[in-house]
């Protein structure tokens, strides 16, 4: 089963870009879908993109159409989550998480692996 790691979040202005890495160490992402998830203060978590083992099938929330992408790297092992046009009401805790799965949601109950998170903050 794969530990997954966040990181790349950190303090941008309104207008930002900021680019999220998901790293897996102890199984290989190859056979598994990875989601990207946030959770803001007093707010319930919710999916924001995800991407097919394959990486042929990507989802995302209608909050981030055309503003975010998401893309992966299996010999690096890695998920990326290209943020730009960083919005204040983006800022939250940003998780991914994997599952076996050919398909994608971003529904955080399809998921059983998750990382620990990283903040995001947008403020000027």
């Known amino acids: 089963q794969p530990q997954l790691a966040e990181s790349g979040g950190g303090l941008v202005q309104p207008g930002g870009s900021l680019r999220l890495t998901c790293a897996a160490s102890?199984?290989?992402?190859?056979?598994?879908?990875v989601g990207w998830f946030r959770q803001a203060p007093g707010k319930e978590r919710e999916g924001v993109s995800c991407?097919?083992?394959?990486?042929?099938?990507?989802d995302f929330a209608d909050s981030v159409k055309g503003r975010f992408t998401i893309s992966r790297d299996n010999v690096k092992n890695t998920v990326y989550l290209q943020m730009n046009s960083l919005k204040p009401e983006d800022t939250a805790v940003y998780y991914c998480?994997?599952?076996?799965?050919?398909?994608?949601?971003?529904?955080?109950?399809?998921?059983?692996?998750w990382g620990r998170g990283t903040q995001v903050t947008v403020s000027s």
């Open positions: 998480a994997a599952e076996i799965w050919a398909g994608c949601s971003i529904k955080s109950w399809e998921y059983d692996y």
């Open positions: 102890g199984s290989t992402l190859d056979y598994y879908a």
């Open positions: 991407i097919s083992s394959s990486g042929g099938r990507t």
